[in-house]
Every structure is written in C-alpha cells, then in structure tokens.
C-alpha cells in the first residue's frame, strides 16, 4: 500500500514536466508569481508579559489547493509557516485552519488540503528586556500546490510580519 501511494505521488511530481512544452508558459507558474500569495500582514503592537495573536493571510490561486499542515499521508508535503524572530521578541503556537477533504481524479483517496483563503494565526510576545522599537519577523511558508491534475515541485514564499513593542507598565513600587 505505501509502494503505491509513493508511486502515485511520484508520478504526480513527474507530470507536469511531462505534460507541458518547455515552451508553453502558461503550464507552470512564472517566477515570482506563485500558487500562493500572502496579503500584508498588520503590524502587531506587543508588551512584556502580554502576548499579542496576529492572523497571517495567504491566498491560494484559483485552481489550485496545497496540502494542509496536517496531510492524510506521509507522503505529501505538509504546509508549514515558519517565523524566525529577533532575540527580544517571541513567536508561541502558531494555529493552522482545519483542511477540506477532497476528492481528485488521479487517487481513490481523500487529501486534507487548503482552497481559495486561509489564515494562520500566531501567538507574539517581547521579553521583560525587549527595548520599545519597531522589530520585523521574518518567515517563510513551505507549501507543494497542485491542480486537479498534476502537483508542482514544493515551493517557498517569504511573509515579513511588522512587530512593535511597547514599554511595558511597572508596578508601582509599594511602601
């Protein structure tokens, strides 16, 4: 059963090369424009001790799904954002939507995967040490697209998040 479910998705990955003329552009996306974008994301504001939630909003191209973070199988790739923050500030849970199950042509299986608009919601804090300043979180979302025919190679797009942080409130000091 997994020799088949392997073969079957590497004939996925090898048809879109073997479908489409090197010279038909329309066959695979053009560099930079992608399966997926990300909309901008919004400046999250966070103060020591209080964690903030940002939801980070992607926007598949119609047509096309990407599996969920969570596949049915341990043979497709699983989405997955990943942030890389400054020292001072924190990145906690990051929480994925639920996939649809879907069916497709080419498998009698379901895939958990994502349409149209999805979100991620992360959880942002600062440290007690966190200077009060702009900071910026750099991230990347690892994602496989496919169609209802054919999956592409896994691809990579950036996601910046702007964070500021806020002096934090002491308590006032008791007598």
């Known amino acids: 059963m997994k020799l088949t479910r392997f073969l079957t998705l590497l004939l996925l ?3 879109p090369i073997a479908q489409a003329p090197a010279d038909e552009p329309s066959s695979t996306p053009v560099s930079g424009s992608g399966f997926v974008s990300a909309l901008p994301a919004p400046e999250v504001t966070v103060s020591a001790g209080k964690p903030a939630t940002v939801k980070l909003q992607f926007s598949i191209r119609s047509g096309f799904h990407i599996n969920s973070n969570h596949p049915n199988s341990d043979l497709q790739i699983p989405t997955e954002l990943k942030l890389d923050a400054p020292t001072d500030i924190g990145i906690g849970e990051l929480t ?13 299986e379901k895939f958990d995967v994502y349409t149209g608009d999805f979100s991620v919601v992360a959880s942002v804090s600062a440290l007690r040490t966190t200077a009060p300043g702009n900071y910026r979180v750099e991230g990347v979302l690892h994602y496989q697209a496919c169609s209802d025919h054919a999956c592409y190679p896994p691809k990579k797009l950036p996601k910046v998040l702007p964070a500021k942080s806020r ?7 008791r007598n």
Do not use: D, M, R, V
């Open 167 to 173: 002096k934090h409130a002491h308590a006032p000091a």
């Open 13 to 15: 990955l090898a048809l």
């Open 96 to 108: 994925y939507p639920p996939g649809t199950e879907l069916n497709f042509s080419f498998s009698p």
